[in-house]
């Protein structure tokens, strides 16, 4: 939702607002019911949290108990955010009673079941399976609109559901309704607990991805055990550590008590002896020594010294400490409490481990400061791990001074006390929580340490800052996240302006503006910015660029108006307010709307624009100013164009790529660029006389072609000024000495850039001066320069038509450090001229510019190393360093000679500039090459650099000096086909002396490598410097590419950043496409225990994912022989329309990522093996929910999706048993006194899986041709064999089966053996049996032509088995006009007595005609057999009958049905059902209906045309010939379609013995 809809009155204040989600023109009342329906009806009110902590297993167990109020009474079930957690459902308790609970864990999904064989081209899947775990959009209900409308809190996956009614006496009792009081003087119902629900929640968690850091509990991890908490953006992270409701709108007071080891030696007991080995004391940061063993791979036994055994865990936790206690059940844990007034679960951390406590506040607040503070003043604390008290101490003594500003300047610290604890393997910098900060070890450095400390101290103040704002005070919706972390940053740098300077202050924002002005290309707002930071880090590097830049000027243009203060005021009062109603959602919130509503009432400036421009807009504008002086009007005109939103192509580098892609995946959309950023600008116009003249003006989009503006001049002599110039100049060159005072050294005396005025100098450094024309056109100007925005009220990117004396005399008499830095742009932009070199040196030489505009220029002379101005750069630069950092000696020969002094680091802008000139110096080139003396110069300052007596570390300096000499080994433009070591002429003098030269520079850096292993250096910051080096020369192919210089550090025992910048050279040299260099960077990606390297690699793996797509990386395609064609004049055309068709787009993956993904997939189609590694990288149990993200979405990129899921089941089990043998007894054996003396039966049960289907498939038979009748088939005349006597089974079955009648008499004899093998045996039987009786003689055979198929009831009983029929009947001769039967093979040999099929269900696939019979198996229906007997596959079938003899209990018309006269059939029919229309002869049975019995079962096949009982006109019917017999075939005729009936319910009929000697009649189906 957009925060205009926060407030009635801030609606109307805003110009362009975000659109709300259902349009604008929804109601107050629609936009509630859809919150409503976001949010549980209930309130958590307060949350306890009792945890115990396991470091030697890696899991924590606990119970949270849960406070909360319900919206109304009507409440059935609540539910709460648990993510890899095992929930005792059990034990949950509602108010101390036991309740129902259902747990699903979420993270479930992260892992793909294992019977799916899904690889990395399912991709989509596993995304669509996890999908609920990254919605990709969250509701997003307002904080203040919760507490009036009763909306309740939002759960990130409602996972666990409790019943709170289960129970009787919950039922009787009425639920408490929520009652918002409106008075603040009465009692605040949230915080009463007696009137709200308690939920008792007892939890698990072992297998920990999310939420907790396990640090030094591992094998061959050396750093200190430790356990911390981790955060994001995002919801559920913090479900992932307890139950809770992870909604960052849900803020309550918090009680956490944590059970831990007293010690490190009670964390980790000592192992059994066999298992028990000695390792050294644990350091964070040394390594294992060669004669050491490696600790014991079984378990985590970690063997630690006696003194670190002896080492206190302690707890640091968000709130306030309320005591500690030893657990009474246990002497060796102790239990620690905190308590937290007002907090949401995100904000809620803990830090656990060996920590040494370090009083800030104590060691470097003076007396007088405390008592200036008074209750002001705030209560810092550092905790560190074991011997880092040291950098401790040197990092973190700029936070008490910020403290100490913020405190008076914008407010009270909110909180009690402030504990900054620094942890190992944390991915961020720094973590905001409540009242404390998680901060990364690689920000601690030691005092000897200058480099990296202004930035350091820049995040260690912001996260101090973020107490403020983003803790304390936090975004009333995600839209409003911008002023969560712009105002943090905003009031930082306004800080270091006190400690660094307002030099360094405004250099370092307009710094930034330009970085922003350059990035802020098809970007969103920063208002619609804040609902996709979950995104990645990116997404809130841009917004923390880009908001403070944005508060920067809105504070400029406000303090500009007379009578106001800035936003500065403005903060402070939100501050002061958060802080006397810290439990008011109103004051603890802060939205775009109430703080624009703030600014206005701060300041006559009303900045609708400003807010729908830089806030609800996008972009930054681009000026493009032209002026002239209108001599005739004495005026001086102005057009001011912008050209922002033309032509904007930003092309894609590697850098950007994995955003741009995660951008469009998301639908991260641009934002609109306004055609006009309109708003006040200063323009100050310096005249003649040297007097600044400041025009205040407004943009506006009235005017289309640009804004023109005319300026009126004021000075009436416009030569006055040049005549004064001219007198000095001439002064100060008769009179060098500048301690005579002259009329006008007041003017031009602190004039920066008058350093080398001397004519002796301008030989010695061959500086030049403007020719005599420039001259003339200077005179001829009525003002020295023009300076635009001159207050710094914009962001934008200004390109003037200004001439370049104009620049330099902005340069040198300007006293801003912003219009020096604009001046030092535009000599970047413009050409090699020896005027700008001269500007540039001079710049250089003039210790009064700030050191960053020194730089600027240093870095701008090696443009000037050319020909055309005789490399007069290269000499300058080297004069430079001479003149600074050397000592000139003079030989007796009268030779200067100029050795580099011992380093002095106490001026630190003297350093930055020692620094710079050695890279410039190798960035100048001399015929493709940079020249001998500049790398024999740069040699020189490596080999006898001196540090001795310099209380600071040259660590840094050497590393620039190593950097600086591989950059001049490396040529412009090398393209031949060996390396350029390889390629030199060893006869030629300079090849020679360069060949020596790599040499001499490889030995160098590899001896400081050598140096780093046992010195030491920050960071190992000489190793990372060697790699870096080597990697360079191999890329350019100077030297030859041998990536064991880097696998060699790949080693587990190296340092992570060691080990990170080992992988970023070999990607670097595109060994991505060598499969065990890509293997092995998937496995340290998704394996390494530390999340911040794996983080790390995961970015190099994206970088060198880009390189492919961007066609950087041809390894992994050969590249085509270039053809040339040749016309008839013989002439070679080069670049045809082929070849610039593959140009283009070639240039079209680097500016869309689209085509980018495409040649992705085009470049890696095919590659199985990155497809594999990259699937057994994502089932690795070690990563997260973002991680696993992470890995699906870069799949998605580099592999076309497919629709195909590979499924593998079980065999089912299944249940036999057999009767136990007897066994023989012992002699002695006694038998058991048993009181109820009874047959007794001993069984054996067992399992087994079933491997064949339960049911057979019901296949048909095509439909035959049509035909006319032939005659019927002969009958079989061989003697019947008897019938043995056996144990009939019949099982009784629900389902329907298919009609049919038996051939005479079960008791008959069998007419001959059959060939029909047995039915398959079925797992869940149900078999009644019956005792075998008499034979009864077989029923008279009727002739078949004066037989009718009797019309079937629907009342009929199944007695015979299925089973599918293979392969034709052997001795059978295949029928000349039916379709050949199935030839699939047969299903199953076990006896038929034992288990009968069940009819199976008819499928949706059997109404389908098919021509394949052998996927289509035929019903056999079994009527009678011999025993045993031979089947089609050759092995021996049984087939077991049994008489029927409860005729009287079968109703009237089935008896008299049966009564009818019947031929004789054969042994076996084929009773297939029939399809509709197509078969015929066949008739497809339903349930319940009315069966007509098929013509098999008759004694003969009817004619056509026959009428059967039930009125239809029966067909002739195909039979299966019988084996050995002659089987005339009858003509086919045309089928008839079966009437469709309603399916009815089968009757089933159980049968038992029967007394009566009624002989046996068949059975009917």
């Not at 601690?444 to 704002?469: G, M, S, W």
């Not at 700030?850 to 730089?855: A, L, N």
């Not at 591989?966 to 040529?971: D, F």
């Not at 229906?1421 to 011999?1426: E, I, V, Y």
Request: aromatic residues 8%.
């Amino acid at each position: 939702m957009p925060s205009a809809t926060a407030t009635a009155t801030a609606t109307t204040t805003v110009a362009a607002p975000a659109p709300a989600p259902d349009g604008d023109a929804a109601s107050v009342e629609e936009q509630v019911i859809k919150w409503r329906d976001a949010c549980e009806p209930f309130i958590v009110i307060r949350q306890e949290i009792d945890l115990e902590v396991d470091f030697q297993n890696k899991s924590i167990k606990g119970t949270s108990t849960i406070h909360l109020f319900l919206n109304h009474d009507k409440i059935d079930e609540v539910l709460f955010d648990a993510r890899q957690c095992n929930i005792d459902l059990d034990n949950v308790t509602v108010d101390g009673v036991r309740t129902r609970a259902t747990y699903s864990d979420p993270y479930g999904a992260l892992d793909a079941p294992d019977h799916w064989q899904i690889g990395a081209t399912q991709h989509h899947v596993m995304k669509k399976r996890m999908q609920h775990l990254t919605p990709l959009e969250r509701p997003d209900v307002p904080i203040v609109k919760r507490v009036p409308h009763l909306l309740g809190c939002v759960p990130a996956d409602g996972s666990l559901v409790v019943s709170l009614n289960p129970p009787e006496e919950f039922k009787a009792e009425p639920r408490r309704k929520l009652v918002i009081k409106t008075s603040r003087v009465e009692k605040d119902p949230l915080q009463e607990e007696q009137g709200g629900i308690k939920i008792s929640i007892p939890f698990t968690s072992k297998n920990i991805r999310d939420g907790l850091q396990f640090v030094g509990v591992d094998n061959m991890d050396m750093k200190y055990p430790h356990v911390y908490t981790r955060h994001s953006i995002e919801p559920g992270t913090a479900a992932c550590i307890f139950p809770c409701i992870d909604d960052p709108g849900s803020r309550h007071p918090w009680r956490i008590s944590i059970k831990f080891p007293k010690t490190l030696g009670d964390a980790f007991p000592e192992p059994p002896p066999a298992q028990n080995t000695e390792l050294a004391p644990l350091n964070s940061n040394r390594k294992r020594k060669a004669d050491e063993p490696p600790p014991s791979p079984s378990g985590r036994h970690l063997t630690l010294s006696e003194e670190d055994k002896m080492l206190d865990i302690t707890v640091i936790c968000s709130g306030n400490y309320a005591g500690e206690q030893v657990d009474p059940n246990d002497g060796s844990k102790k239990i620690m409490t905190f308590e937290c007034q007002s907090s949401c679960a995100q904000h809620i951390s803990f830090a656990i481990g060996p920590f040494e406590t370090v009083n800030l506040w104590h060691e470097f607040r003076t007396e007088e400061a405390d008592e200036k503070l008074g209750a002001n003043a705030a209560k810092i604390y550092a905790y560190c791990l074991p011997g880092r008290v040291e950098e401790v101490l040197h990092t973190c003594h700029p936070i008490v001074t910020a403290a100490d500003y913020f405190a008076p300047e914008f407010g009270k610290y909110p909180f009690e006390s402030y504990k900054v604890v620094f942890v190992e393997d944390l991915v961020p910098d720094t973590v905001a929580a409540t009242s404390m900060s998680l901060c990364s070890t690689r920000l601690l450095y030691p005092e000897d340490i200058i480099d990296p400390e202004i930035e350091i101290t820049r995040k260690l103040v912001h996260a101090l800052a973020c107490q403020y704002f983003g803790v304390h005070i936090v975004p009333n919706e995600r839209s409003d996240i911008w002023l969560a972390v712009g105002i943090p940053w905003f009031m930082t740098d306004l800080f270091m302006r006190t400690i660094c300077g307002n030099n360094w202050y405004r250099f370092h924002l307009k710094t930034l503006s330009d970085k922003l002005v350059e990035t802020d290309v098809n970007r969103p707002s920063l208002h619609a910015l804040g609902k996709h930071l979950h995104i990645g880090d990116f997404e809130l590097d841009f917004m923390s660029l880009k908001a403070p830049l944005v508060l920067f000027i809105l504070d400029q243009r406000m303090s500009k108006i007379p009578g106001s203060t800035g936003i500065v005021r403005v903060i402070s009062n939100m501050v002061s307010n958060a802080n006397i109603r810290n439990t008011d959602p109103e004051a603890t919130t802060i939205s775009t709307a109430e703080f624009q509503k703030s600014c206005e009432k701060k300041t006559a400036y009303r900045p609708e624009e400003f807010w729908k421009q830089w806030v609800y807009g996008a972009g930054c504008p681009r000026f493009n100013i032209r002026q002239r002086f209108n001599k005739k009007n004495l005026n001086v005109d102005i057009i001011i164009e912008q050209t922002q939103g033309v032509n904007e192509v930003k092309g894609i580098n590697k850098e950007d790529f994995w955003r741009e892609y995660q951008e469009d995946l998301n639908h991260v959309y641009a934002g609109q660029v306004p055609r006009v950023f309109t708003g006040p600008i200063t323009i100050r116009i310096h005249e003649a006389d040297g007097t600044p003249y400041e025009h205040y003006q407004v943009i506006t989009d009235k005017e289309k072609g640009g804004m023109p503006f005319s300026i009126a001049y004021n000075t009436k002599y416009k030569r006055l000024k040049r005549t004064k110039k001219a007198q000095a100049s001439a002064a100060n060159a008769s009179n060098i000495d500048k301690q005579v005072p002259q009329e006008d050294d007041v003017v031009y005396f602190n004039m920066f850039g008058d350093v080398l005025g001397t004519p002796k100098d301008a030989a010695d450094w061959g500086l030049q001066d403007w020719d005599d024309d420039v001259q003339r056109e200077m005179d001829q100007e009525s003002y020295e320069w023009i300076r635009f925005d001159c207050n710094f009220e914009w962001l934008c990117e200004t390109i003037t038509d200004m001439r370049g004396y104009m620049y330099l005399a902005q340069l040198q008499q300007d006293r801003d450090v912003v219009a020096h830095q604009d001046a030092m742009l535009y000599f970047k932009r413009g050409r090699r001229h020896g005027v700008a070199a001269t500007i540039e040196t001079r710049t250089v030489m003039d210790r009064r510019y700030y050191h960053g505009i020194r730089t600027m220029a240093i870095e701008d002379l090696p443009k000037q190393a050319t020909e055309e101005l005789n490399y007069i750069g290269l000499a300058q630069l080297i004069m430079c360093y001479r003149s600074f950092f050397c000592k000139k000696t003079v030989s007796k020969t009268g030779q200067a000679q100029f050795s580099p002094e011992v380093n002095d680091f106490q001026d630190k802008a003297q350093y930055n500039v020692q620094c710079a000139i050695p890279g410039a110096i190798a960035r100048t080139r001399k015929n493709g090459r940079c020249s001998r003396d500049g790398r024999a110069f740069l040699m020189e300052l490596l080999l006898f650099n001196n540090n001795n007596g310099n209380e600071f570390s040259d660590e840094f300096f050497i590393a620039k000096l190593l950097e600086a000499l591989t950059t001049s080994l490396i040529p412009e433009n090398y393209d031949g086909k060996e390396t350029l070591v390889d390629s030199l002429d060893m006869e030629n003098e300079d090849d020679r002396e360069f060949r020596a030269f790599v040499d001499k520079t490889i030995e160098q850096i590899e001896t400081y490598r050598r140096m780093d292993e046992y010195t030491f250096t920050y960071q190992n910051l000489w190793t990372r410097t060697a790699m870096d080096c080597k990697m360079r020369l191999m890329k350019a192919r100077v030297i030859r590419v041998s990536p064991l210089e880097f696998v060699q550090y790949l080693q587990d025992d190296n340092s992570d950043l060691v080990r990170i910048k080992a992988f970023d050279c070999l990607i670097e040299l595109n060994m991505l496409s060598k499969t065990p260099i890509m293997k092995l960077l998937l496995s340290y990606m998704t394996t390494d225990t530390s999340p911040y390297v794996r983080d790390r690699l995961f970015k190099i793996f994206c970088r060198g994912i880009a390189a492919v797509a961007f066609g950087e990386n041809k390894s992994f395609q050969p590249e085509p022989e270039r053809v040339l064609a040749v016309d008839e004049s013989g002439l070679i055309i080069d670049g045809g329309d082929a070849e610039i068709s593959q140009r283009q787009r070639e240039a079209a993956r680097t500016e869309d990522i689209i085509k980018a993904i495409a040649a992705l997939k085009d470049e890696l189609k095919g590659k199985t093996e990155l497809q594999t590694a990259i699937w057994s990288a994502f089932n690795s149990s070690v990563i997260g929910l973002r991680e696993k993200t992470q890995l699906l979405e870069i799949c998605a990129a580099m592999f076309e999706p497919e629709d195909s899921l590979l499924i593998t089941m079980d065999y089912p089990k299944v249940w036999r048993c057999t009767r136990t043998p007897d066994v023989p007894r012992a002699k002695n054996w006694v038998a058991p006194i048993v009181r109820n003396p009874g047959k007794s039966l001993m069984m054996k049960f067992y399992s087994e899986n079933r491997t064949k289907p339960r049911v057979t498939r019901e296949i048909e038979e095509p439909p035959a041709p049509t035909a006319t009748a032939g005659p019927p088939p002969a009958t079989d005349s061989r003697p019947e064999a008897p019938k043995p006597e056996t144990t009939k089974k019949i099982k009784i079955s629900s389902r329907p089966s298919f009609g049919g009648s038996f051939n005479g008499s079960p008791g008959a004899a069998s007419p001959g053996p059959s060939s029909l093998p047995p039915a398959p045996s079925r797992k869940n039987s149900i078999s009644i049996s019956a005792t075998p009786r008499p034979a009864a003689p077989a029923a008279p055979t009727a002739p078949a032509a004066q037989a009718a198929s009797p019309a079937p009831l629907p009342d009929s009983i199944a007695v015979r088995p299925f089973a599918r029929v293979s392969t034709p009947l052997p001795g059978t001769p295949p029928p000349s006009a039916l379709p050949k039967p199935s030839s699939q093979h047969l299903n199953g040999t076990a006896k038929a007595a034992e288990k009968k099929p069940k009819v199976p269900k008819k499928r949706k696939s059997d109404d389908v005609e098919g021509t394949n019979n052998n996927e289509r198996p035929k019903k056999v229906a079994k009527t009678s057999g011999n025993g045993v007997r031979p089947g089609a596959n050759g092995r021996p079938s049984k087939v077991v009958t049994a008489p029927f003899i409860s005729w009287n209990k079968l109703p009237e018309r089935v008896r008299r049905t049966l009564k009818e006269p019947k031929p004789s059939q054969s042994d076996s029919i084929h009773a297939t059902p029939k399809r509709p229309g197509n078969l015929s002869g066949t008739t497809v049975v339903t349930s319940g209906s009315a069966r007509p019995s098929s013509p098999a079962s008759a004694s003969g096949l009817q004619t056509p045309g026959t009428a059967t009982s039930t009125g239809r006109t029966e067909l002739p019917k195909a039979r299966k010939p019988l084996p050995g017999g002659n089987v005339s075939t009858p003509a086919p005729a045309a089928p008839v379609p079966e009437p469709k009936t309603a399916p009815q319910k089968v009757i089933k009929l159980k049968l038992k013995k029967s007394s009566s000697s009624t002989p046996s009649r068949p059975s009917p189906q």
